[in-house]
């Protein structure tokens, strides 16, 4: 929640899972999910579109991020599951959460201990950062 929100309106809301029983159905309904059967923990990240319409989904993704830090910082694996833009997707995972129709869902979290760590990786690529202009 220390995350940035346009306007400092802080639209999000979030929905924990631990229950095993809830995840390995979160893992049948979302088709990437299925690593969700073995994490130990699911974080719905909603946002509401009434309090943010047009920034809800900057918003909620600036506090994912801050969530995937946080869980690696605690040598957590954790995994980010799109759910907004599919409306199927997320209007089936909505239902099963109970989540209030004025809210968007943008994402799972998938949050658990990894069976291996791997090294710390970079991704940086010089030919994508321009200086001063293009």
């Known amino acids: 929640m220390a995350a940035p929100s346009a306007s400092n309106r802080k639209p999000w809301y979030f929905v924990t899972v631990t229950d095993p029983t809830r995840l390995n159905k979160l893992a049948e309904i979302h088709p990437y999910g299925k ?5 130990g923990l699911a974080i719905a990240v909603c946002g509401d579109r ?6 809800w989904i ?9 969530i ?5 910082m605690l040598k957590l694996g954790s995994v980010w599951l799109g759910v907004h833009p599919r409306a199927e997707r997320e209007a089936s995972i909505k239902e099963f959460l109970g989540i209030p129709e004025r809210l968007g869902l943008l994402c799972l979290v998938a949050i658990g201990h990894p069976t291996k760590m791997p090294e710390p990786r970079t991704q940086y ?3 994508r950062v321009h200086r001063d202009r293009w």
Not at 35 to 39: D, E, F, P
Not at 58 to 66: L, P, V
Not at 68 to 72: S, W
Request: hydrophobic share 45%; proline share 4%; aromatic share 8%.
């Open 68 to 72: 995937l830090l946080a869980a690696a």
């Open 50 to 55: 009434q309090i943010s319409p047009d920034f």
């Open 58 to 66: 900057q918003d909620c993704s600036a506090a994912t991020e801050n």
């Open 125 to 127: 690529d010089s030919e």
């Open 35 to 39: 690593m969700l059967q073995y994490a």
